[in-house]
């Protein structure tokens, strides 16, 4: 999160990629590899990381709407994806 708040975003990545490697059940470590892919501008990867931790956090309302903004950018529209329960 401190990489990201300073943009260093290669930084944040590389966090999050070892979050993920050493916890992946842990959903805040795919919302990180997402954010850090977003802002590198690789739409396809964050939206795989957002789907990941969404699976894992399925009523997580922050990575649903993080995952709708990613998925808006991509379409070009606005997406609104329904509630799921966990």
Not at 9 to 36: F, I, N
Not at 55 to 80: F, Q, Y
Request: charged share 30%; hydrophobic share 40%.
């Amino acid at each position: 999160v401190a990489y990201t708040a300073m943009q260093l975003y290669e930084k944040a990545l590389e966090d999050a990629d070892e979050c993920v490697r050493l916890q992946p059940t842990w959903a805040k470590g795919y919302s990180r590899r997402a954010a850090a892919k977003f802002h590198l501008g690789d739409l396809q990867a964050a939206k795989t990381a957002y789907s990941k931790a969404w699976d894992l956090e399925p009523t997580n309302a922050k990575t649903k709407a993080d995952l709708e903004h990613v998925l808006s950018e991509i379409a070009g529209m606005r997406v609104v994806l329904p509630e799921r329960a966990s």
